[in-house]
């Protein structure tokens, strides 16, 4: 029968299926706006449709894996990342893309909101922080191979070939899921009627908060720094290249930074170091003369505690709660993903100054700070697991 590992290891696949299908628009996005008349503004929102079912779906997404079974709902939610991936191969025009792009999202959403919540299950307890770590890298994982694989794939046989090289990886991650998952023995039934309590609710509000405000500042250098190392004299391949260190470095800071806090680093002390390893990179990158190395301490320090983090709801949430309470968990981290970005964006526009964005990320990067800190203080101790704080 498979172990625990074993377990998280299939999880580990699907989700990479999920950030591997999220890289297609970027990696095919010139052909995409050749063959079907794209311009870059349908481009970008055909990339953020993939995320904006969340703000709609993750919040009874926990109901539905209690209603209908959890293993069963992320079959569906995989079976819909390939169905979105196969029609996007097939698209022809921006509707049906973003039709496809839309479905396949759906799908995601289930996936993050359960199998975090299955992870949680059967690791709940001294290991969840390391096996959460391992667990989120997934993403990285996928969108790195995405930037090796799709592009090449997308030049070579059509923009079709890579849409549906993503289906492909969904349906590995399928059979992975059906092949080995179990329920973990002993675990809770979740409530069909949860009610969180008023200690869970402002709990998981300040989790999702700090999730949600730490996203959004990792992505700020993601999002703006090709921009400004542009304007800086480098080319746009190199621009983007010396960005990508960021995402590389922090497919292997993440479990490790999950392994130091399984060693019994205090998770709080590792959080606001990473909070801090995010936001001085941030107001120093615009300035700096030597600009790789902020970036490479976003990728390496910045990023490390996201299996702390992640590991927030299971200490604030009665066990019978866990599936809803991962709903709007999650549900905090897609809004902050849909607006904040933009918010950045928007500084940047209205007052021309290049280190604007990298300011606001920052500010982001702070504010998750303050929510742990909340969340520390407001936390209720007889719902909590067993963890260092």
Same mark, same amino acid.
């Given at each position: ?73 992320? $079959?569906?939610? /995989?079976?819909?990342? #390939? +169905? !979105?991936?196969?029609? *996007? &191969?097939?698209?022809?025009?921006? =509707? %049906?893309? @973003? ?47 995405? $930037?090796?694989? /799709?592009?090449?794939? #997308? +030049? !070579?046989?059509?923009? *079709? &070939?890579?849409?549906?090289?993503? =289906? %492909?990886? @969904? ?50 250098? /993601? ?15 190199? =621009? ?70 992640? =590991? ?78």
């Amino acid at each position: 029968m498979p172990g625990r590992w074993t377990i998280l290891a299939a999880l580990f696949v699907a989700r990479l299926s999920m950030g591997f299908q999220f890289q297609v628009v970027a990696a095919t996005g010139p052909l995409l706006q050749h063959d079907l008349g794209l311009d870059f503004g349908e481009l970008g929102l055909l990339i953020g449709l993939h995320m904006l079912p969340g703000v709609f779906i993750a919040p009874p997404g926990g109901w539905i894996g209690a209603r209908f079974g959890d293993k069963r709902m992320v $079959l569906l939610g /995989l079976a819909l990342v #390939a +169905a !979105g991936g196969a029609a *996007g &191969a097939h698209a022809d025009s921006f =509707a %049906a893309a @973003a039709a496809a792009r839309v479905v396949s999202g759906t799908g995601a959403i289930l996936l993050n909101v359960l199998m975090s919540k299955m992870v949680t299950d059967w690791f709940v307890g001294r290991d969840l922080v390391l096996a959460m770590a391992i667990f989120i890298t997934s993403w990285p994982v996928g969108l790195s191979l995405g $930037l090796l694989v /799709l592009g090449p794939l #997308a +030049a !070579g046989f059509g923009w *079709g &070939a890579a849409f549906l090289a993503t =289906a %492909a990886m @969904a349906i590995v991650g399928l059979v992975s899921v059906a092949a080995v998952y179990r329920p973990a023995a002993g675990a809770v039934t979740q409530a069909l009627n949860p009610r969180l309590d008023r200690d869970e609710w402002r709990g998981i509000l300040l989790a999702g908060s700090v999730w949600g405000l730490f996203n959004v500042a990792f992505i700020v250098p /993601l999002s703006f720094a090709p921009s400004l190392l542009v304007e800086r004299g480098l080319d746009l391949a190199a =621009a983007t290249s010396l960005t990508s260190v960021v995402s590389w470095i922090s497919v292997a800071a993440v479990p490790l930074g999950g392994l130091i806090a399984h060693r019994g680093v205090s998770h709080t002390a590792m959080i606001l170091v990473g909070v801090a390893g995010l936001a001085l990179p941030l107001l120093a990158f615009p300035f700096a003369p030597v600009p790789a190395l902020w970036l490479l301490l976003v990728g390496l320090v910045g990023v490390s505690p996201a299996g702390a983090i992640m =590991a927030l709801p299971a200490q604030c949430l009665r066990p019978e709660n866990r599936a809803f309470g991962m709903g709007i968990y999650f549900s905090l981290f897609y809004l902050s993903m849909a607006l904040l970005p933009g918010l950045a964006g928007k500084l940047r526009d209205a007052s021309g100054a290049g280190w604007a964005p990298f300011a606001a990320g920052a500010a982001f990067a702070v504010g998750a700070g303050l929510a742990l800190l909340l969340f520390r203080a407001a936390r209720r101790p007889s719902t909590a697991v067993t963890a260092t704080t």
